[in-house]
């Protein structure tokens, strides 16, 4: 991240001057000039290849989309700023694989703690016999025998055999990524529910959430009629008054802007009518419907549940609809916290294009806007506290049992697609029955707020939002 949106923010100010063309190929020869040490790589020349390839990235680029090694930057540039439309079935998630070279290749390895003990549990207890054994007396595994099942980690009464994570296979809760014969990860679209937790978990920033900034600049600059759908976790972002952040979208362009805290009003309307409806059926339970990474988890994972998930469209897809409504003709820009959020758009009919908030912010820092100094704009529709409240977790289920107006209603709160809450939900779906009538997912752990794409993190999230909420 600390590459990704500086550099974001560097091709930005170069479209800005109309520099593009002109100055892109020199940008990896800059970042690592002659002298550079490389920071984790064999050498400055990998580094500069990487560079190339983010920066190929941040104009909606994959690998695919690369014909030759040779082809420069600017020929990249130069189709980006022709192109009419970035396809609606591209990638959402994808790896850069000149990026994906430095992660462990083995998850287990015997390290210097090894005592050489004579009971050898290592040995005696793996399933595929690759556990060996050198004069001394040490142990050490045959990689190429080796299942990692990690039952020799488990054993080891000196704890010398070590466990090596593959970070992004880590933070996948559905094993959707895993290693080529090569080495390099690759996503699975068929597994893949866009959680986006692989984006920060690599540590080498080789994952990339499809991008669609200079697609949605072009247009501004064209003249078209950009509408701005900020998502309400938008309170939680900036650290500066709202009115202000919506001025600096303005700034940057966008003709109209309306809160999708808006959207949400009409989701909390059929919501709840729909679980009203669902209980006087004899419907054990209904779960929300508006994270897609949990609708994307429910149809592609657990199809047990799927009966029991809201039909209601999200805050998003309302929004949207009204967008169209009042300004026939207009492009549609989502701005939200999270990956899943463009595959959710990739799919609806009424949305353009989707910006995550740390795009957002490396555009506002790459146009050189000073969110303090723009002028305050505040949306004409508005929203109750309730509707914002969606941003955060229990927001949803508070917001239907509020409208309901029944006290008395039980309801789960799931928040974080983990393994331990996937389990849950699966057995909810198995056994038909759950401990409250609501089921709230939530795929990250505060709600949306804290969603993979935002440009704030846990408490200081959490701080933000309750600030800004108070004003509403």
Same mark, same amino acid.
Do not use: D, W
């Given at each position: 991240m600390f590459i990704r949106y500086p550099l974001l923010s560097q091709l930005v100010s170069l479209w800005k001057n109309n520099e593009l063309l002109e100055k892109i190929d020199r940008i990896p020869y800059e970042m690592y000039p002659r002298n550079q040490k490389p920071k984790g790589r064999c050498c400055i020349h990998k580094e500069r290849a990487v560079i190339k390839y983010k920066a190929m990235a941040m104009m909606g680029f994959t690998m695919k989309d690369e014909t030759d090694e040779l082809t420069p930057l600017s020929s990249y540039a130069r189709q980006m700023l022709i192109r009419s439309k970035l396809h609606k079935d591209n990638a959402v998630l994808h790896v850069m694989d000149e990026a994906c070279s430095s992660c462990v290749k083995i998850n287990y390895e015997v390290s210097n703690l090894c005592r050489g003990c004579a009971a050898r549990p290592c040995y005696t207890n793996c399933p595929k016999d690759a556990i060996y054994y050198d004069k001394d007396g040490k142990a050490h595994i045959d990689h190429d025998k080796c299942i990692s099942c990690g039952k020799c980690h488990q054993l080891c009464p000196y704890h010398a055999i070590i466990y090596m994570p593959v970070p992004c296979e880590e933070a996948c809760p559905v094993k959707a990524i895993s290693k080529d014969e090569y080495g390099v990860e690759h996503i699975d679209p068929e597994k893949c529910i866009y959680c986006g937790k692989c984006l920060n978990a690599c540590p080498f920033g080789a994952i990339f959430d499809k991008c669609e900034v200079f697609d949605v600049l072009k247009d501004i600059r064209a003249g078209h009629e950009v509408t701005a759908m900020v998502a309400p976790?938008?309170?939680?972002? $900036?650290?500066?008054?709202?009115?202000?952040?919506?001025?600096?979208?303005?700034? !940057?362009? $966008?003709?109209?802007?309306?809160?999708?805290?808006?959207?949400?009003?009409?989701? !909390?309307?059929?919501?709840?009518?729909?679980?009203?409806?669902? !209980?006087?059926?004899?419907?054990? $339970?209904?779960?929300?419907?508006? /994270?897609?990474?949990?609708?994307?988890?429910?149809?592609?994972? !657990?199809?047990?549940?799927?009966?029991?998930?809201?039909?209601?469209?999200?805050?998003?897809?309302?929004?949207?609809?009204?967008?169209?409504?009042?300004?026939?003709? /207009?492009?549609?820009? $989502?701005?939200?916290? /999270?990956?899943?959020?463009?595959?959710?758009?990739a799919a609806d009919a009424n949305v353009d294009y989707v910006w995550t908030f740390r795009e957002l912010d490396a555009v506002i820092e790459g146009m050189r806007i000073d969110i303090d100094s723009t002028m305050p704009y505040t949306p004409a529709e508005t929203a109750s506290k309730d509707a914002h409240n969606f941003a955060k977790t229990t927001g949803v289920f508070t917001a239907v049992k509020n409208h309901i107006g029944n006290k008395e209603l039980e309801g789960v709160v799931i928040a974080d697609l983990h393994k331990k809450n996937i389990a849950m939900l699966k057995a909810y779906a198995k056994t038909g029955k759950a401990p409250g009538k609501l089921i709230e997912v939530m795929s990250c752990p505060g709600g949306c707020i804290t969603g993979p794409c935002a440009c704030s993190q846990g408490g200081e999230a959490s701080r933000r939002f309750e600030a800004e909420i108070k004003k509403k």
């Open positions: 976790a938008v309170l939680a972002q $900036f650290g500066k008054p709202l009115e202000h952040v919506y001025g600096a979208l303005k700034a !940057i362009g $966008f003709k109209n802007i309306i809160e999708v805290a808006y959207g949400a009003e009409e989701t !909390i309307r059929r919501e709840a009518q729909e679980l009203q409806e669902k !209980i006087e059926e004899g419907q054990p $339970f209904m779960t929300t419907s508006c /994270c897609p990474a949990y609708v994307n988890l429910a149809h592609k994972h !657990i199809p047990e549940i799927v009966k029991y998930v809201s039909s209601t469209g999200s805050p998003m897809h309302y929004t949207a609809e009204y967008a169209k409504e009042r300004y026939p003709g /207009c492009t549609t820009v $989502f701005i939200a916290p /999270c990956a899943s959020k463009k595959a959710e758009g």
